[in-house]
Protein backbone atom coordinates (compact mmCIF):
# COMPACT_ATOMS: atom_id res chain seq x y z
CA UNK A 1 0.00 0.00 0.00
CA UNK A 2 1.46 3.53 -0.48
CA UNK A 3 2.65 5.17 2.18
CA UNK A 4 2.37 9.07 3.11
CA UNK A 5 5.26 10.80 2.99
CA UNK A 6 7.09 12.83 6.20
CA UNK A 7 5.57 16.16 4.49
CA UNK A 8 2.04 14.73 4.42
CA UNK A 9 1.69 15.70 8.17
CA UNK A 10 1.79 19.48 7.03
CA UNK A 11 -1.29 19.27 5.99
CA UNK A 12 -3.03 18.00 8.85
CA UNK A 13 -4.57 20.16 10.44
CA UNK A 14 -4.02 22.30 13.54
CA UNK A 15 -4.91 20.69 17.05
CA UNK A 16 -8.69 22.14 18.27
CA UNK A 17 -11.42 21.20 19.93
CA UNK A 18 -13.95 22.29 17.47
CA UNK A 19 -14.42 18.76 15.96
CA UNK A 20 -15.09 17.66 19.40
CA UNK A 21 -17.88 20.74 19.75
CA UNK A 22 -19.29 19.84 17.04
CA UNK A 23 -20.02 16.40 18.54
CA UNK A 24 -20.98 18.39 22.10
CA UNK A 25 -25.11 18.16 23.26
CA UNK A 26 -26.40 19.51 26.35
CA UNK A 27 -25.31 16.29 28.07
CA UNK A 28 -22.11 15.09 26.77
CA UNK A 29 -20.03 14.46 23.63
CA UNK A 30 -22.83 12.52 21.62
CA UNK A 31 -21.40 8.79 20.85
CA UNK A 32 -21.96 7.98 17.49
CA UNK A 33 -22.68 9.13 13.76
CA UNK A 34 -23.88 8.27 10.91
CA UNK A 35 -21.37 9.23 8.70
CA UNK A 36 -20.61 13.17 9.74
CA UNK A 37 -24.54 13.30 11.25
CA UNK A 38 -24.72 13.00 15.03
CA UNK A 39 -26.98 10.61 16.43
CA UNK A 40 -28.63 11.36 19.59
CA UNK A 41 -30.53 8.88 20.47
CA UNK A 42 -27.10 6.41 21.13
CA UNK A 43 -26.12 8.43 24.18
CA UNK A 44 -23.37 9.29 25.80
CA UNK A 45 -20.31 7.38 26.54
CA UNK A 46 -18.20 7.88 30.12
CA UNK A 47 -15.51 6.94 28.19
CA UNK A 48 -15.78 9.45 25.98
CA UNK A 49 -16.48 11.79 27.93
CA UNK A 50 -13.24 10.63 30.85
CA UNK A 51 -11.39 11.05 27.35
CA UNK A 52 -12.51 14.04 26.08
CA UNK A 53 -11.97 15.55 29.55
CA UNK A 54 -8.42 14.99 29.60
CA UNK A 55 -7.98 16.87 26.20
CA UNK A 56 -9.65 19.76 27.32
CA UNK A 57 -8.02 19.80 30.22
CA UNK A 58 -4.35 19.91 28.33
CA UNK A 59 -6.01 22.63 25.77
CA UNK A 60 -7.10 24.77 28.17
CA UNK A 61 -6.43 27.52 25.71
CA UNK A 62 -8.71 26.48 23.48
CA UNK A 63 -11.94 28.57 22.93
CA UNK A 64 -13.80 25.70 23.09
CA UNK A 65 -12.39 24.06 26.36
CA UNK A 66 -14.53 25.28 29.07
CA UNK A 67 -17.63 23.93 27.85
CA UNK A 68 -16.55 20.45 26.95
CA UNK A 69 -14.89 19.96 30.03
CA UNK A 70 -18.10 21.40 32.25
CA UNK A 71 -20.23 18.90 30.59
CA UNK A 72 -18.59 15.98 30.27
CA UNK A 73 -17.53 16.59 34.39
CA UNK A 74 -21.47 17.14 34.81
CA UNK A 75 -22.20 13.90 33.26
CA UNK A 76 -19.51 11.67 34.81
CA UNK A 77 -20.87 13.15 38.25
CA UNK A 78 -23.98 11.87 37.29
CA UNK A 79 -23.25 8.66 35.85
CA UNK A 80 -21.22 7.71 39.45
CA UNK A 81 -22.65 4.84 41.30
CA UNK A 82 -19.97 5.63 44.34
CA UNK A 83 -16.62 3.89 44.80
CA UNK A 84 -15.71 4.85 41.28
CA UNK A 85 -17.53 2.64 39.15
CA UNK A 86 -20.09 4.68 36.79
CA UNK A 87 -22.52 3.40 34.14
CA UNK A 88 -20.90 3.27 30.88
CA UNK A 89 -23.66 4.93 29.08
CA UNK A 90 -26.80 6.63 29.32
CA UNK A 91 -28.44 4.84 26.51
CA UNK A 92 -28.72 1.60 28.65
CA UNK A 93 -30.33 2.44 31.69
CA UNK A 94 -30.31 -0.95 33.00
CA UNK A 95 -27.01 -1.31 32.66
CA UNK A 96 -26.01 -0.10 35.99
CA UNK A 97 -22.04 -1.35 36.84
CA UNK A 98 -20.60 -0.76 33.97
CA UNK A 99 -17.30 -2.09 32.41
CA UNK A 100 -14.13 -1.23 34.15
CA UNK A 101 -12.02 0.18 31.27
CA UNK A 102 -14.98 2.95 31.28
CA UNK A 103 -14.74 3.40 34.89
CA UNK A 104 -10.71 3.83 34.29
CA UNK A 105 -11.54 6.57 32.23
CA UNK A 106 -13.55 8.43 33.87
CA UNK A 107 -11.13 8.33 36.93
CA UNK A 108 -8.42 9.60 34.39
CA UNK A 109 -10.58 12.73 33.35
CA UNK A 110 -11.37 13.66 36.79
CA UNK A 111 -8.45 13.52 38.35
CA UNK A 112 -6.46 15.54 35.62
CA UNK A 113 -9.16 17.70 36.12
CA UNK A 114 -8.71 18.18 39.52
CA UNK A 115 -5.60 20.67 38.27
CA UNK A 116 -8.16 22.62 35.53
CA UNK A 117 -7.83 26.20 35.33
CA UNK A 118 -11.19 26.50 35.81
CA UNK A 119 -12.02 27.12 39.69
CA UNK A 120 -15.79 25.16 39.47
CA UNK A 121 -14.40 22.81 37.53
CA UNK A 122 -10.99 21.73 39.52
CA UNK A 123 -13.64 22.05 42.44
CA UNK A 124 -15.94 19.50 41.40
CA UNK A 125 -13.47 17.08 40.15
CA UNK A 126 -11.75 17.01 43.75
CA UNK A 127 -15.14 16.33 44.86
CA UNK A 128 -15.70 13.56 42.97
CA UNK A 129 -12.21 12.15 43.18
CA UNK A 130 -12.07 11.62 46.14
CA UNK A 131 -15.47 9.34 46.03
CA UNK A 132 -13.15 7.05 43.63
CA UNK A 133 -10.01 6.45 45.10
CA UNK A 134 -10.56 3.01 46.44
CA UNK A 135 -11.77 1.39 42.82
CA UNK A 136 -10.51 -1.91 41.85
CA UNK A 137 -10.13 -4.17 38.92
CA UNK A 138 -8.06 -6.50 37.69
CA UNK A 139 -8.22 -5.38 34.09
CA UNK A 140 -5.22 -4.01 33.11
CA UNK A 141 -5.98 -0.59 30.94
CA UNK A 142 -8.60 0.12 33.55
CA UNK A 143 -5.72 -0.07 36.13
CA UNK A 144 -3.74 2.48 33.64
CA UNK A 145 -6.14 5.22 32.97
CA UNK A 146 -6.97 5.27 37.08
CA UNK A 147 -3.48 5.50 37.58
CA UNK A 148 -3.03 8.36 34.95
CA UNK A 149 -6.06 9.69 36.95
CA UNK A 150 -4.04 9.21 40.17
CA UNK A 151 -0.80 10.65 39.04
CA UNK A 152 -2.62 14.19 37.81
CA UNK A 153 -4.90 14.08 41.26
CA UNK A 154 -1.47 13.57 42.89
CA UNK A 155 0.34 16.42 41.32
CA UNK A 156 -1.90 19.05 41.32
CA UNK A 157 -1.49 22.12 42.39
CA UNK A 158 -3.55 21.25 46.18
CA UNK A 159 -3.14 17.64 45.77
CA UNK A 160 -6.22 15.58 46.60
CA UNK A 161 -5.99 13.19 49.57
CA UNK A 162 -5.50 9.59 48.67
CA UNK A 163 -4.36 10.62 45.23
CA UNK A 164 -0.65 9.14 45.99
CA UNK A 165 -2.00 6.23 47.53
CA UNK A 166 -3.81 5.19 45.13
CA UNK A 167 -0.76 5.68 42.71
CA UNK A 168 0.73 3.36 44.42
CA UNK A 169 -1.51 0.60 44.47
CA UNK A 170 -2.41 1.02 41.01
CA UNK A 171 1.54 0.90 39.85
CA UNK A 172 1.82 -2.21 41.91
CA UNK A 173 -0.62 -4.05 40.85
CA UNK A 174 -0.42 -3.63 37.13
CA UNK A 175 3.55 -3.53 37.05
CA UNK A 176 2.37 -7.20 39.38
CA UNK A 177 0.23 -8.48 36.87
CA UNK A 178 3.21 -9.14 34.60
CA UNK A 179 3.25 -13.21 34.11
CA UNK A 180 6.85 -13.85 35.14
CA UNK A 181 6.98 -17.26 33.19
CA UNK A 182 6.83 -15.35 30.03
CA UNK A 183 8.19 -11.90 30.81
CA UNK A 184 11.72 -12.65 28.95
CA UNK A 185 9.44 -12.79 25.47
CA UNK A 186 6.17 -10.32 26.49
CA UNK A 187 6.91 -8.56 29.42
CA UNK A 188 3.23 -7.08 29.25
CA UNK A 189 0.46 -6.85 31.83
CA UNK A 190 -2.24 -8.45 29.02
CA UNK A 191 -1.64 -11.69 27.42
CA UNK A 192 -2.55 -9.51 24.14
CA UNK A 193 -2.40 -6.30 23.22
CA UNK A 194 -5.37 -4.34 22.02
CA UNK A 195 -6.08 -0.59 20.84
CA UNK A 196 -5.89 0.69 24.13
CA UNK A 197 -3.14 -0.43 25.10
CA UNK A 198 -0.91 2.42 25.14
CA UNK A 199 -2.34 4.29 28.28
CA UNK A 200 -0.46 0.99 30.15
CA UNK A 201 3.12 2.19 28.61
CA UNK A 202 1.95 5.79 29.36
CA UNK A 203 0.46 4.67 32.87
CA UNK A 204 3.73 3.27 33.85
CA UNK A 205 6.08 5.37 33.13
CA UNK A 206 3.78 8.29 34.59
CA UNK A 207 3.78 6.52 38.16
CA UNK A 208 7.37 5.20 37.89
CA UNK A 209 7.78 9.24 37.47
CA UNK A 210 6.07 9.89 40.39
CA UNK A 211 6.66 7.60 43.09
CA UNK A 212 9.50 5.09 42.12
CA UNK A 213 13.53 5.25 41.42
CA UNK A 214 15.47 6.04 38.39
CA UNK A 215 15.40 1.88 37.90
CA UNK A 216 12.05 1.92 37.95
CA UNK A 217 11.18 4.68 35.71
CA UNK A 218 14.27 2.65 33.12
CA UNK A 219 12.49 0.04 33.23
CA UNK A 220 8.56 2.06 32.26
CA UNK A 221 10.62 3.37 29.10
CA UNK A 222 11.82 0.34 28.23
CA UNK A 223 8.54 -1.41 28.25
CA UNK A 224 7.28 1.36 26.34
CA UNK A 225 10.13 1.19 23.72
CA UNK A 226 9.11 -2.67 23.20
CA UNK A 227 5.48 -1.99 22.73
CA UNK A 228 5.91 1.24 20.66
CA UNK A 229 8.65 -1.32 18.62
CA UNK A 230 5.73 -3.98 18.19
CA UNK A 231 3.31 -1.01 16.77
CA UNK A 232 5.55 -0.30 13.90
CA UNK A 233 5.71 -1.66 10.72
CA UNK A 234 8.80 -0.82 8.89
CA UNK A 235 8.35 3.12 7.72
CA UNK A 236 4.43 3.61 9.36
CA UNK A 237 2.02 2.79 12.64
CA UNK A 238 0.48 -0.71 12.30
CA UNK A 239 -1.33 -0.89 15.42
CA UNK A 240 -3.17 -4.01 17.03
CA UNK A 241 -6.84 -4.65 15.76
CA UNK A 242 -9.81 -4.58 17.67
CA UNK A 243 -9.58 -8.54 17.99
CA UNK A 244 -6.23 -7.99 19.90
CA UNK A 245 -2.95 -10.00 18.75
CA UNK A 246 -0.45 -11.60 21.22
CA UNK A 247 2.58 -13.50 21.03
CA UNK A 248 1.77 -15.78 18.42
CA UNK A 249 0.06 -13.54 15.83
CA UNK A 250 2.49 -10.35 15.55
CA UNK A 251 1.05 -9.66 12.06
CA UNK A 252 -1.14 -6.95 10.60
CA UNK A 253 -4.83 -7.27 11.86
CA UNK A 254 -7.98 -5.32 10.98
CA UNK A 255 -9.96 -3.06 12.37
CA UNK A 256 -7.78 -0.67 13.48
CA UNK A 257 -8.92 1.92 15.55
CA UNK A 258 -7.66 6.21 15.78
CA UNK A 259 -7.72 5.14 19.54
CA UNK A 260 -4.71 3.12 19.50
CA UNK A 261 -3.01 5.76 17.31
CA UNK A 262 -3.55 8.31 20.05
CA UNK A 263 -2.47 5.83 23.35
CA UNK A 264 0.92 5.42 21.92
CA UNK A 265 1.46 8.99 20.81
CA UNK A 266 0.26 10.26 24.28
CA UNK A 267 2.85 7.54 26.10
CA UNK A 268 5.42 8.73 23.68
CA UNK A 269 4.96 12.30 24.08
CA UNK A 270 5.02 12.16 27.95
CA UNK A 271 8.55 10.02 27.47
CA UNK A 272 9.63 12.91 25.37
CA UNK A 273 8.46 15.48 27.85
CA UNK A 274 10.14 13.53 30.82
CA UNK A 275 13.79 12.40 29.71
CA UNK A 276 14.54 14.93 26.74
CA UNK A 277 15.20 12.03 24.50
CA UNK A 278 14.68 13.35 20.96
CA UNK A 279 14.11 9.44 20.03
CA UNK A 280 10.66 9.56 21.68
CA UNK A 281 9.55 12.09 18.56
CA UNK A 282 9.28 9.36 16.11
CA UNK A 283 5.89 7.44 17.77
CA UNK A 284 4.46 10.66 17.81
CA UNK A 285 4.87 11.05 14.14
CA UNK A 286 3.86 7.50 13.12
CA UNK A 287 0.68 8.37 14.58
CA UNK A 288 0.37 11.71 13.09
CA UNK A 289 1.07 10.06 9.54
CA UNK A 290 -1.44 7.28 10.01
CA UNK A 291 -4.17 9.52 9.85
CA UNK A 292 -2.55 10.99 6.65
CA UNK A 293 -2.59 7.79 5.06
CA UNK A 294 0.38 5.95 5.72
CA UNK A 295 -1.41 3.18 7.56
CA UNK A 296 -2.04 -0.66 6.28
CA UNK A 297 -4.57 0.20 3.82
CA UNK A 298 -2.38 3.43 2.24
CA UNK A 299 -6.31 5.38 2.79
CA UNK A 300 -6.43 9.03 4.49
CA UNK A 301 -8.17 8.62 7.78
CA UNK A 302 -10.00 11.99 8.45
CA UNK A 303 -12.33 14.29 6.72
CA UNK A 304 -11.18 17.62 6.00
CA UNK A 305 -14.38 19.29 5.96
CA UNK A 306 -15.32 18.24 9.70
CA UNK A 307 -11.67 17.81 11.30
CA UNK A 308 -12.83 14.91 12.40
CA UNK A 309 -11.41 10.96 12.17
CA UNK A 310 -13.10 7.61 10.87
CA UNK A 311 -14.21 5.29 13.41
CA UNK A 312 -12.08 2.80 12.27
CA UNK A 313 -9.64 1.09 9.45
CA UNK A 314 -10.89 -1.64 7.72
CA UNK A 315 -8.71 -3.83 5.14
CA UNK A 316 -10.36 -1.86 2.16
CA UNK A 317 -10.68 0.94 3.79
CA UNK A 318 -12.32 3.92 6.35
CA UNK A 319 -15.26 3.21 7.54
CA UNK A 320 -16.59 6.38 6.64
CA UNK A 321 -18.60 7.36 10.13
CA UNK A 322 -16.97 9.86 12.60
CA UNK A 323 -18.00 9.01 15.87
CA UNK A 324 -16.72 10.43 19.68
CA UNK A 325 -14.01 8.06 20.04
CA UNK A 326 -12.51 8.46 16.60
CA UNK A 327 -12.95 12.18 17.30
CA UNK A 328 -11.01 12.70 20.68
CA UNK A 329 -8.25 10.79 19.65
CA UNK A 330 -7.59 12.32 16.19
CA UNK A 331 -7.36 15.89 18.30
CA UNK A 332 -4.97 13.77 21.15
CA UNK A 333 -2.35 12.97 18.41
CA UNK A 334 -3.22 16.48 16.64
CA UNK A 335 -2.08 18.02 20.37
CA UNK A 336 0.89 15.62 20.65
CA UNK A 337 2.82 16.55 17.23
CA UNK A 338 1.58 20.53 17.97
CA UNK A 339 3.80 19.50 21.64
CA UNK A 340 6.60 18.22 19.04
CA UNK A 341 6.83 22.05 17.64
CA UNK A 342 6.32 24.45 20.74
CA UNK A 343 7.23 22.85 24.00
CA UNK A 344 10.44 21.75 24.95
CA UNK A 345 11.46 18.60 26.44
CA UNK A 346 11.57 18.40 29.96
CA UNK A 347 16.07 18.06 30.90
CA UNK A 348 17.01 14.82 31.95
CA UNK A 349 17.47 14.52 35.69
CA UNK A 350 21.09 14.32 36.96
CA UNK A 351 22.65 11.22 38.67
CA UNK A 352 22.29 10.68 41.93
Not at 195 to 217: K, Q
Amino acid sequence: MPAATPRAIEHLPQASLLPLYSLLDDVALIEACDGTTPLPATGHRVSDAGAALVLAVSMAHDRYAATIARRCLSFLDAMHLGDGRFRPNDAAPDDHDGDDESCGWAIEGIGTATDAPWPDVSRDARRLFAATTDFETDDPRARAHALLGAVAAAAASKPVPGARTMTARMLERLTGAVDPRRAAVWPWPEARLHPGSGAIAEALVAGADAIGGADDLAAALASLRWFADIETSPGHLSSSPTGGRGPENLGTGFDQRPLAAAALAAAAGRALRLTGDRSWERPVVLAARWFAGANDAGVTMFDRDTGRAYDALRHDGADGCQGAEAAVAFATVLRELQRLRYVPPRPAASPG
